[in-house]
Nanobody, 124 residues
Framework: QVQLVESGGGLVQSGGSLRLSCAASGGTFRSYVMGWFRQAPGKEREFVTAITWSGGTYYADSVKGRFTISRDNTKNTVYLQMRGLKPEDTAVYYC??????????????????WGQGTQVTVSS
């Protein structure tokens, strides 16, 4: 059973930065496609970014140029560096792992495992 545990969320002012971490255990981390999603109050969960086992990345237009996803396969951890945060980035951020296939996955149903989420709040 794969477990994902996010950390690093918090309250930050507009324009600030945060780095989220997601530690994985119980599976073959290096072979997974890892993704970050977010869900704001009253809205559907949305794709933020994802990274393949080899480091290929893809970003939602809303975060491109501000967020950076990376992974450390020696630590079974994926990171989300967020810069230039805006109030509209406020959401619960979820880490997800897909154990099928090698390509980037954009849809939540393509991921097999999920973390519990970490709150990110950006004040204006």
């Amino acid at each position: 059973q794969v477990q994902l545990v996010e950390s690093g969320g918090g309250l930050v002012q507009s324009g600030g930065s945060l780095r989220l971490s997601c530690a994985a255990s119980g599976g073959t981390f290096r072979s997974y496609v890892m993704g970050w999603f977010r869900q704001a109050p009253g809205k559907e969960r949305e794709f933020v970014t994802a990274i393949t086992w080899s480091g290929g990345t893809y970003y939602a237009d809303s975060v491109k140029g501000r967020f950076t996803i990376s992974r450390d396969n020696t630590k079974n951890t994926v990171y989300l560096q967020m810069r230039g945060l805006k109030p509209e980035d406020t959401a619960v951020y979820y880490c997800a792992a897909s154990e099928t296939g090698l390509r980037i996955k954009l849809r939540s149903y393509e991921y097999n495992y999920w973390g519990q989420g970490t709150q990110v709040t950006v004040s204006s």
